[in-house]
């Protein structure tokens, strides 16, 4: 467990904070580029680490990132003007271009050069694949974009989506990199099968008979024995069960700085899925959640199931309306506390562990049901939190180290190494699991391996 102070230290993300220092660092994904498409388009809120920004892409397509209150008198820019290559507040049409430098303040005397003298604060952003960025860092060069497979492989391999949650960014990527709470919480009755595969990505948690060894031996197996490993990115973390007299099944997962994390596929066809936990602020997160195929293109099927819902997405008619003065909140899923997250009891007591609807809300329910900052000093861990403890340990030694000696958090000048994979694999027992697997977790370019 941790004490207040540290749970303190790690949760906190606002300006000027510990954590949100170290945050800092590092480049956020803050909007989908089909979220603001259109050059002089309507500007979109945006609430990121704490902070009150306004998106806008201006008439040359660049992309700006600016504080939502005019440095005037602090009116919103949420509802000025985007036009000629700047936003211009509609209180006094004091305008600002994507750098934040005042470009015209007609309500000022011709001769004045109080323009010069005025700048908004703006963050730096770039665009790739499909997703746009964003650096609040202070670096005159900002780092490279990690390179994360999801980002990097054609449009036509991969499907993104986002969800608002009402908790902690910690919560959601605690339970991300959690292989034991799968064969629990996400699991069928012992009784029930679910033979329709788009009820669930690869029919890992609704079937236990019919599907790939590796749902197999998770049902099996229900406590795996956890060992981890620091990265140059993160924590690499593996849970054994048992396979064959002389084999183990490992169900590889990777966390990577500072909120990312990745699950392994089943079967055949290795699409593989990650999410982003990205704080909107203390008590919020935006979730991100991509799927891609290695080496070719998803199916019309793949992609019209994850629009309406499969796996680990949320269908695009799920989402509640949403919150007015809550940035992101459009991407709040209906199923939520105020409903008790939708849960079907006769279905808990005779098809599914948990009753919950779907795998994301069953993560998701069960993260913000602690609270929006869980207070992990009544926790009681044990040898299945083994990948959650050490993802701790490197966050709080990024705070301490950063503060103490300036020194560069894991991963945001070592771009190159985001660029593996999660994976299942049936190892022999006598074998050391980081060596035996690294041509399965390494993410090279036109190679596919198919898990276990």
């Not at 499907?159 to 069928?188: A, I, M, T």
Request: hydrophobic share 35%; aromatic share 10%.
């Amino acid at each position: 467990m941790l004490n207040r102070s540290d749970n303190e230290l790690m949760c906190r993300v606002g300006p000027k904070t510990a954590m949100g220092n170290v945050l800092r660092q590092y480049w956020h994904p803050i909007l989908m580029q089909s979220e603001l498409a259109e050059n002089d388009g309507a500007p979109l809120r945006v609430r990121l680490l704490g902070e009150d920004l306004v998106a806008f892409r201006d008439t040359n397509g660049e992309v700006g990132l600016v504080a939502e209150n005019c440095p005037h008198r602090g009116a919103s820019l949420f509802f000025g003007r985007n036009e000629e290559e700047g936003l211009r507040c509609v209180y006094h049409g004091w305008k600002f271009d994507t750098s934040g430098a005042c470009v015209d303040m007609p309500n000022e005397p011709p001769e004045s050069n109080f323009k010069q003298k005025v700048k908004i604060a703006a963050y730096r952003t770039r665009e790739r694949g499909g997703v746009i960025w964003a650096y609040m860092g202070t670096r005159e060069t900002p780092p490279e974009l990690p390179s994360l497979e999801w980002n990097l492989v054609p449009a036509e391999q991969v499907y993104v989506s986002k969800r608002y949650s009402e908790c902690n960014w910690v919560q959601g990527v605690e339970g991300g990199v959690d292989s034991s709470h799968s064969g629990f919480l996400h699991s069928p009755l012992s009784s029930h099968r679910v033979k329709d595969e788009s009820e669930h990505e690869n029919n890992a948690e609704l079937r236990t008979d019919g599907g790939s060894r590796g749902m197999i031996y998770k049902a099996k197996d229900k406590h795996p024995h956890f060992e981890v490993v620091d990265t140059d990115y993160g924590v690499l973390v593996g849970a054994r069960r048992r396979a064959e007299e002389d084999s183990w099944y490992w169900r590889i997962t990777q966390f990577l700085m500072p909120y990312y994390s990745m699950i392994p596929s089943y079967g055949e066809s290795p699409k593989i899925s990650g999410h982003a936990w990205v704080p909107i602020d203390d008590n919020t997160t935006m979730a991100w959640t991509a799927t891609w195929h290695p080496t070719r293109p998803l199916t019309e099927k793949e992609v019209e199931r994850m629009h309406y819902g499969w796996g680990l997405h949320l269908g695009v008619d799920t989402f509640d309306t949403p919150i007015p003065g809550k940035p992101g909140s459009e991407f709040r899923p209906k199923a939520n506390a105020s409903n008790d997250y939708l849960i079907d009891w006769e279905a808990q007591r005779t098809k599914v562990f948990s009753g919950l609807p779907g795998t994301a809300m069953q993560d998701q329910a069960l993260q913000e049901t602690m609270g929006a900052i869980y207070e992990r000093w009544h926790e009681h861990l044990g040898t299945s939190d083994t990948g959650i403890i050490q993802m701790r340990r490197r966050w709080l030694a990024a705070v301490r180290e950063l503060e103490a000696n300036g020194t560069v958090p894991t991963g945001v000048d070592a771009h190159e190494s985001y660029r593996v994979r999660s994976a299942g694999v049936v190892l022999p027992r006598n074998v050391q699991w980081v060596e035996a697997s690294r041509e399965f977790v390494t993410a090279t370019p036109g190679v596919s391996h198919a898990s276990a």
